[in-house]
């Protein structure tokens, strides 16, 4: 049958419960949230006091930061309600989804209410992480079996992409395809299928390495600093590390499923990882916690300095001052921007760090080829979990291919690791990786055929990498590639994905060869961010050395650079994700459409290092703005707003709120839920837009500037600002230069200008503020800390 969800209901206003609700909000779905009457109201026939539990849960979630949903007007699509009063409800949702306590007894009572109203062919599904999806289902009808299945997400839902779905016996195989690919179009996650074992995928291997890491730093003598130093983006796993993701997590559910597997893995050959340290027992037993107790391996304390976060020592169980580890090998790698090559290396290393490595990398890859066929029998949805749910950049079995299989495994025997039996034949037949890719194509070794099978569904997630055979053209920094039907891709790999003179470069020489030898281009990148916007190092050594005829033809090629953009004879599409700042998000201003990434934080945050922005993004917002006037409200409301944008370099949280901000444009832009999706849209794109006629924009001359009229508005709202001590004096002059601009200069009436009036008024600007003693103080304080200095 053909399924369509339009409203779920989520049993369960928990944490979990809350967010997951606000996630199906945040995509466009009616969501019934219900949990218990509220203590104390049983009596009560007021909705507001008996619904107050519900109410309060979803109020905290709402309010909590990082933000559950993608705009605060989703919530609106969120009703509230009782077990008692509104379970009647679930009657009209597609989906119901119990969030409730993980005890089966509950769940089970749960269940019979569910039946008593649910109507038949309605998906049921536990986000349950520690009980067997099939003991759940035991006693319940034909239908709801057969509509029935585990669907485990990971908290925060809008963020950590994994959903895990497990199926039971009982599960019609019709339901499964659904829910794999209703969560990867439209939750946008990574949708992985499981079998019914303890802890499913993700965190059966996720947990063994945390357990793994706690008993080799134990061996070694390392300390919690030293762990997280060698457990964080060094090694492509996030900045929380080993103990610091502990804490968010809660230390007492690490516990739980370490102790779940142990007692429920009687065959897991390395059941004695799971063993809890004496230590990790004394640290539940004091109810240090994490951040739901306020203190767990570290602890944020007040001191003179303002707040200090301390590092509990193992040995002693006192709190003390953090210590900033120094090992050789790590300071030898991070000038490493690939991050194969920075494991490779760490991994060979001779000092502590190498040892640690060895181990830990031996240990997670033995565990996990025992894991083949347990709970998965391909190795890819392995990786898939554990990129997605503990968001590690590459997974186990890539990292095993990265330092290489064969030698790997001669080292993991001599050292007393064993590996399972198919390992071995793979070798022995000749294959000496876990990936390969063939024609674009990302194949894997599937052990139950011993052959390389494509991954399923690979052609929708296209990835630029996986071309390198068809490159077109290269330099440092960039890679073009032919990705098919008529396509350019062009990606390119600086540090934070800045935009220097080789990007730019690269941006002209792709769409000079695109438009000879292909339809179009898509410009993305797969790393980290889109782009943290322009070389700011670059101006600032330029500025510093008063080269101002350089500077001025460095923001000249960045300005024609957007223009060839917006004005190539070819389609030009951009697919951003991740931080999209400063000259990121002037590419995308001119690209002919943006398929964006819902977790897109895109904006124009020039401001905050004392610019405005140079590479046409002033120019844009002013065009917009332009655009946007109407009759009936003043043309300054609308200027106000786009300055505004500008002037408090404002960030969107999501690719929904850059709609809400005009930076995408509602109707012309996409919104592509799932992040490993947008380059294949991208691609789309092009194809359709070339497809339909293509034909060259005109560069406008018909821009309307409001001169002095709004001029003298915008600047007595700076002066407010100052005089209320928000805007030092230098925010002042930087907001007064970009009035001038957007206001089209010192205009007597309001006139219409060209594109290239506005972009010359922005680049003498730009120039004019480079030539500020703050301005460089702001800049070198971005480039030292990472942080804008307020002068």
């Excluded at 945040?26 to 007021?46: C, F, H, N, P, R």
């Excluded at 990129?387 to 790997?408: L, Q, R, Y």
């Excluded at 792709?510 to 000879?516: C, M, N, V, Y």
């Excluded at 001359?701 to 003298?712: F, H, N, Q």
Aim: aromatic letters at 8%; one cysteine or more.
């Amino acid at each position: 049958m053909k399924r369509s969800i339009k409203k779920v209901a989520v049993l369960g206003s928990g944490v979990m419960g809350s967010r997951i609700a606000c996630h199906f909000a945040g995509i466009g779905v009616q969501v019934l949230l219900l949990d218990m009457v509220a203590k104390g109201a049983e009596e009560s026939t007021k909705p507001a006091e008996r619904n107050k539990l519900v109410n309060d849960a979803l109020q905290a979630a709402i309010k909590s930061n990082p933000s559950p949903v993608y705009s605060k007007a989703v919530v609106k699509r969120i009703a509230t309600g009782n077990f008692d009063d509104n379970m009647k409800d679930i009657a009209g949702c597609d989906w119901i989804i119990e969030v409730v306590v993980e005890r089966l007894d509950i769940k089970q009572l749960i269940y019979t209410k569910v039946e008593q109203f649910r109507k038949p062919g309605t998906l049921v599904t536990s986000n349950t992480s520690g009980i067997p999806i099939h003991m759940m289902a035991e006693g319940r009808s034909d239908d709801f079996k057969k509509h029935f299945c585990g669907s485990h997400f990971f908290n925060p839902p809008r963020y950590l992409r994994l959903l895990e779905i497990i199926p039971t016996p009982y599960t019609d195989p019709e339901i499964v395809d659904f829910l794999m690919q209703y969560g990867d179009l439209y939750l946008g996650k990574t949708t992985v299928l499981c079998k019914d074992t303890p802890a499913f995928i993700a965190n059966r291997i996720g947990v063994f390495s945390i357990m793994s890491i706690f008993h080799i730093m134990d061996k070694l003598g390392l300390g919690i600093d030293e762990i997280d130093a060698l457990t964080g983006p060094i090694i492509g796993r996030p900045k929380s590390a080993t103990f610091r993701t502990a804490d968010v997590v809660g230390i007492d559910t690490l516990v739980k499923v370490a102790k779940g597997v142990a007692g429920n893995c009687p065959d897991d050959e390395a059941k004695n990882i799971f063993t809890i340290p004496a230590w990790l027992d004394t640290i539940v037993a004091n109810n240090w916690l994490g951040d739901k107790t306020g203190q767990g391996f570290f602890k944020k304390i007040k001191s003179a300095e303002g707040k200090e976060i301390q590092t509990l020592n193992l040995s002693t169980m006192e709190y003390g001052p953090r210590s900033k580890p120094k090992f050789a090998s790590i300071e030898a790698a991070k000038p490493i921007d690939d991050l194969k090559q920075r494991i490779k290396m760490l991994s060979a290393a001779t000092d502590k760090a190498g040892e640690f490595y060895r181990a830990f990398h031996f240990s997670l890859f033995s565990y996990i080829s025992h894991r083949i066929p347990e709970i998965s029998d391909e190795v890819y949805r392995v990786d898939d979990a554990m990129m997605a749910g503990f968001g590690w950049e590459i997974g186990a079995f890539e990292s095993w291919d990265t330092v290489g299989v064969e030698a790997t495994v001669k080292a993991m025997k001599s050292a007393g690791y064993s590996v399972a039996a198919w390992v071995d034949e793979m070798l022995t037949a000749g294959a000496t990786s876990f990936y390969k890719v063939e024609n674009g194509r990302r194949m894997f070794y599937d052990q139950s055929s011993k052959t390389y099978k494509a991954i399923p569904g690979g052609e929708s997630f296209l990835v630029l990498n996986n071309h390198r055979d068809k490159l077109v053209w290269k330099n440092s920094a960039c890679r073009l590639y032919d990705i098919g039907d008529g396509v350019a891709g062009l990606e390119w790999s600086t540090k934070m994905n800045s935009i220097g003179g080789e990007v730019l470069e690269g941006i002209n020489k792709s769409i000079g060869l695109a438009e000879e030898k292909f339809k179009g281009l898509v410009i993305a990148n797969e790393g980290a961010n889109f782009s943290a916007g322009a070389n700011v190092g670059m101006i600032f050594m330029l500025a510093i050395e008063q080269e101002y005829d350089e500077l001025d033809m460095a923001i000249r090629m960045f300005q024609n650079t957007m223009m060839r953009v917006r004005y190539s004879s070819v389609p030009v599409v951009t697919a951003p994700h991740g931080l999209t700042l400063g000259g990121g998000c002037e590419m995308n201003l001119h690209a002919d459409k943006i398929c964006a990434a819902a977790e897109t934080y895109i904006g124009l945050v020039e401001l905050g290092v004392g610019l405005i922005p140079g590479g046409g993004g002033t120019k844009e917002f002013v065009l917009r703005a332009a655009d946007e006037m109407h009759e009936d409200e003043p043309e300054t409301i609308t200027l106000k707003n786009r300055f505004l944008s500008i002037a408090t370099a404002k960030v969107a949280t999501s690719a929904q709120e850059a709609v809400e901000m005009g930076i995408l444009r509602k109707g012309a832009d996409e919104i592509v839920m799932n992040l490993g999706r947008r380059i294949a849209e991208a691609k789309k794109s092009v194809i359709e837009l070339a497809d339909s006629g293509y034909t060259t924009p005109v560069q406008r001359t018909d821009i309307k500037v409001l001169g002095r009229s709004a001029l003298g508005a915008l600047y007595a709202g700076i002066n407010g600002m100052w005089r209320g001590n928000y805007a030092t004096d230098h925010d002042a002059l930087v907001a007064r230069k970009l009035a001038y601009v957007m206001c089209g200069g010192d205009l007597s009436e309001p006139t219409m200008v060209s594109e290239q009036y506005l972009l010359d008024l922005e680049r003498e600007a730009f120039l004019s503020l480079c030539g500020e003693r703050k301005t460089l103080e702001r800049i070198q304080s971005v480039l030292k800390s990472g942080r804008p200095l307020r002068n």
